[in-house]
DNA sequence: TAGATTTTGTAATAAATTTACATGGCTGGG
DNA sequence: CCCAGCCATGTAAATTTATTACAAAATCTA
């Protein structure tokens, strides 16, 4: 399913080490410039990539296009949907309109990734974890903690038995008395604060379900029943955690509605209780 | 910027009415499918609108392109990055994989959205305000309080005088004792919830700025001096605010990071430091 | 190293696009 | 109302672009 509209650029970078001498040749011609690419003859690409034109011909019909024409329409088409795989890093001297771009972009770009990056059955088994957990603790430290705190929030409204916590010693208390059934959903970008790690561990060892959203291969990585793994290559030496943040944010939205859509239509009901509840506390809409 | 690249489609059904009576021929067929359109060669377009090749050329030069193949190009663009607005919205019957692909794409339509349609002063002025600011608060509630949180977790960082409240009535208690100098930044999905107006109103009345991240045309926008529009097309009453919350925390990245391009590079030191006072806290990384 | 296989390039062919030019229809002045 | 001039459109030729068929080179296997 994921292979349909996949990131074509995504497609051929993975698939450099297979390659022969000059289609490697041909992939990184396109890979440094695929918005010269798209408007280029095959005669120009040849030349650029200094092969023959029959090669990027036959390049072209590796990925799956009907010829070169078909391959152009591609990558134009992913390009177009804001696929930059390689991120725009924010400079100390862009302009605040140029780094906002950058930021939009580079958000977008890692979204697309992950989401082709993504084990489609992953998100299945985490749901089934949730839907049947006792008891769901969402823990999240620093920029993480925001992330938890709104993962809370989405699951309350869901009827599920949620709780979130940034204080370190209550994540420690609740790791402590941890149960079977009990779940602890970890989020961190980094995987390496010491204190999550212990507080898995913990869990872990007192039988309940460690869920960790996080950095792949990393300490914390390493402690999770269930891994959700976000490799975000960020320039987290200049600025910080951003994108990752978001993607966490977005694998929990789709966590939610994952467990919606398991509960059924029945559950519908709870879920417009709840939002009737809210409608006290605003202004009308002036829509119909 | 927004105009460079405009929706080409628009563009060539605004000029309907102003085109002969062949290049209309050929604008309905473009518009009847335009897909279709960038996958045909000139012959088959052209025999679809039943016109000649060179007829078909000529309108292509009319609308910027330097051809054929350069006008299937510019259309190509604008299908893609237009046509997935509409119909991403998930279904009760979706499979987990197809609701969660569907989030991201539609996360990612929204963020390229919003990106094309921001104001590109706009965080240039929210940007000015908050770096002169003698305080800053963030001010959310419900869905928006932990994109508030993250606000003020990121502006911590940069060193600037900022709260984070989503206690009604220490809202209510800053809003009154608001100052000239203040800044009240107010995040709210539907820019309806009466507090939150109230609350503004009553910063607006001390003297205070009032910089609002909320929906165009609701009473909460109505308060701002500054407004920073979010026109998300949700379905709110299936699910809950879902991208515009991440739109939110992206357009919050890029305010944090115009802050720390305006303060220069004297300011790096400062971020360096608390990355330090961080790096106890953590495993030590096993790359380079 | 010989033979087989794969990769790559050359040259011819086919397709698509553009240009140059001719025709037809329309408009406005007589 | 008719003809000159102009604009829109089409025809056909030229040019560019892409594909195919085949041959040469490189690589691998035994």
Redesign the pocket.
């Given at each position: 399913m994921a292979s349909a509209n996949d990131n074509l650029l995504t497609l051929i970078a993975d698939a450099m080490p297979g390659?022969?001498?000059?289609?490697?040749?041909v992939a990184s011609a396109i890979l440094a410039d695929p918005e010269a690419a798209t408007r280029?003859?095959?005669?120009?690409?040849?030349s650029i990539a200094?092969?023959?034109?029959?090669?990027?011909?036959?390049f072209?019909?590796k990925f799956n296009?009907?010829?070169?024409?078909?391959?152009?329409l591609n990558l134009a088409h992913c390009l177009a949907s804001g696929i930059r795989y390689v991120s725009q890093n924010v400079e100390a001297r862009d302009s605040v309109e140029t780094s906002t771009s950058k930021i939009f972009n580079s958000t977008i770009s890692t979204l697309s990734l992950v989401r082709d990056k993504l084990p489609p059955d992953l998100i299945v088994q985490v749901v089934d974890q949730l839907i049947q957990a006792r008891r769901i603790h969402f823990f999240g430290l620093g920029a993480s903690s925001s992330v938890a705190k709104d993962a809370e929030h989405k699951f309350f409204r869901f009827n599920l038995p949620v709780s979130f916590h940034e204080d370190v010693l209550m994540q420690r208390m609740l790791a402590a008395s941890a149960a079977p059934g009990d779940v602890f959903f970890i989020i961190s970008y980094t995987g390496r604060t010491m204190e999550l790690v212990e507080v898995a561990e913990l869990a872990k060892a007192n039988g309940a379900a460690v869920i960790g959203l996080t950095a792949p291969g990393s300490p914390l990585a390493k402690v999770c029943h269930l891994l959700i793994a976000v490799a975000v290559p960020e320039d987290t030496d200049e600025y910080m955690p951003m994108t990752s943040r978001i993607v966490h944010l977005v694998v929990l939205d789709a966590l939610a509605t994952g467990v919606t859509l398991r509960r059924g239509p029945k559950f519908q009901g709870h879920l417009k209780k709840i939002k009737d509840s809210l409608r006290a506390t605003r202004f009308p809409s002036n829509e119909a």
């Open positions: 390659l022969s001498k000059s289609e490697k040749k280029s003859s095959i005669a120009v690409l040849a200094q092969v023959s034109e029959p090669t990027v011909n036959r072209c019909k296009a009907t010829g070169f024409p078909d391959f152009k």
